[in-house]
């Protein structure tokens, strides 16, 4: 399984970017895919996930504001997850990296490397 992250950068904030993960080495169509970030000095947290079916899932963390702001999508066909994120602030800086989950499993097993995003002020 690989996992390829892209369309990270530097904006201003109240801009928009939006991420990409590229899948290959897998069935696509039939997994969980989910995207997590990580800021500076804190852990790995979850962002949101879309279903085989397209069923999507936010962090509750922030309440509706991640919700509101972000969209998780995928394009079956193209195997591609992505991440459209809005009105973005510079909390939102880190590194945002996807992840797989496979049909059965509890636990995210495949990540990407990562895409760095950063909101300047």
């Known amino acids: 399984v690989q996992l390829r992250e892209s369309g990270g950068g530097l904006v201003q904030a109240g801009n928009s970017l939006r991420l990409s993960c590229t899948a290959s080495?897998?069935?696509?169509?039939?997994?969980?895919m989910a995207w997590f970030r990580q800021a500076p000095g804190k852990e790995r947290a979850f962002v949101a996930s879309?279903?085989?079916?397209?069923?999507?899932?936010?962090?509750?963390d922030y309440g509706d504001s991640m919700r509101d702001r972000f969209t998780i999508s995928r394009d079956n066909a193209k195997n591609v997850l992505y991440l459209q994120m809005n009105s973005l602030t510079p909390d939102d800086t880190a590194i945002y990296f996807c992840?797989?989950?496979?049909?059965?499993?509890?636990?995210?097993?495949?990540w990407g490397q990562g895409t760095q995003v950063t909101v300047s002020s």
């Open positions: 080495g897998l069935f696509f169509s039939a997994v969980t």
């Open positions: 879309i279903s085989w079916i397209g069923s999507r899932t936010y962090t509750p």
């Open positions: 992840a797989v989950k496979e049909p059965g499993k509890a636990r995210y097993d495949n």
